[in-house]
């Protein structure tokens, strides 16, 4: 017999010999297989029905067209997608949604927390994270709570993104202005001026910066 011949005749005598242990690890195999696939899909459909209850609440609101009876009206609908759906993609996106609806009813508190634990979800993503930095600086600044929108933005300041900056850099400098430190804020507004030729900040800070 040729090689191959003799390996064929090896393996098929290999595989009667251990047929029991093979089929009950095939067995194994296919069951894993199973399961795996079992909780791909139960994920799936756990992300296709969170993202649905989204978007009828969203839709809802939008419909509504008041923010406070905006906010009554979802609100129960929100908190039921948090209740069931925390660990989806839909469910944890869902709470930067809320919570721009709670800010708009001016419900602070809630908007702070809702903002606060997407800050703890996304927090790692450069996308997302001075973005929610911002929103819980502007809900602090809603809430009068000074020293800590300032620690947020100051935060966005001190990044190494460029994303959502020149609102931080114009809200530093507004919070000087609020406290007399005139020089302080005008070296802000300039900056703003320099650096952010497109940001929507600009005109105001020019003016304020030739002040």
């Given at each position: 017999?040729?090689?191959?011949q003799?390996?064929?005749?090896?393996?098929?005598?290999?595989?009667?010999?251990?047929?029991?242990q093979?089929?009950l690890?095939?067995g194994?195999?296919?069951?894993?297989?199973?399961?795996?696939?079992?909780?791909?899909a139960?994920?799936?459909?756990?992300?296709?029905?969170?993202?649905?209850?989204?978007?009828?609440?969203?839709?809802?609101?939008?419909a509504?067209?008041?923010?406070?009876?905006?906010?009554?009206?979802?609100?129960?609908?929100?908190?039921?997608?948090?209740?069931?759906?925390?660990?989806?993609s839909?469910?944890?996106?869902?709470?930067?949604?809320?919570?721009?609806?709670?800010?708009?009813?001016?419900?602070?508190?809630?908007?702070?927390?809702?903002?606060?634990?997407?800050?703890?979800?996304?927090?790692?993503?450069p996308?997302?994270?001075?973005?929610?930095?911002?929103?819980?600086?502007?809900v602090?600044?809603?809430?009068?709570?000074?020293?800590k929108?300032?620690?947020?933005?100051?935060?966005?300041?001190?990044?190494?993104?460029?994303?959502?900056?020149?609102?931080?850099?114009?809200?530093?400098?507004?919070?000087?202005?609020a406290?007399?430190?005139?020089d302080?804020?005008?070296?802000?507004?300039?900056?703003?001026?320099?650096?952010?030729?497109?940001?929507?900040?600009?005109?105001?800070a020019?003016?304020?910066?030739?002040?």
């Open positions: 017999m040729d090689p191959f003799e390996s064929l005749l090896k393996a098929i005598s290999y595989v009667k010999e251990y047929k029991k093979i089929m690890a095939l194994a195999l296919v069951a894993v297989i199973a399961i795996f696939s079992g909780i791909m139960s994920f799936a459909h756990s992300e296709n029905k969170a993202s649905n209850l989204v978007a009828q609440a969203s839709a809802k609101y939008d509504i067209q008041d923010p406070q009876k905006g906010f009554e009206a979802v609100k129960d609908d929100f908190q039921a997608v948090f209740e069931d759906f925390s660990n989806t839909a469910g944890r996106l869902a709470r930067v949604k809320f919570a721009k609806i709670c800010f708009d009813a001016a419900q602070y508190d809630m908007a702070f927390d809702m903002y606060e634990k997407a800050y703890d979800i996304f927090k790692k993503e996308g997302l994270k001075n973005f929610l930095l911002a929103s819980l600086g502007n602090s600044l809603a809430k009068k709570e000074f020293d929108a300032r620690s947020y933005f100051s935060q966005i300041e001190a990044s190494s993104s460029d994303l959502s900056k020149d609102g931080a850099l114009f809200a530093l400098a507004g919070l000087h202005d406290e007399n430190k005139t302080a804020g005008r070296k802000l507004y300039k900056k703003l001026v320099s650096d952010y030729e497109d940001s929507i900040y600009r005109d105001i020019k003016a304020k910066s030739s002040n």
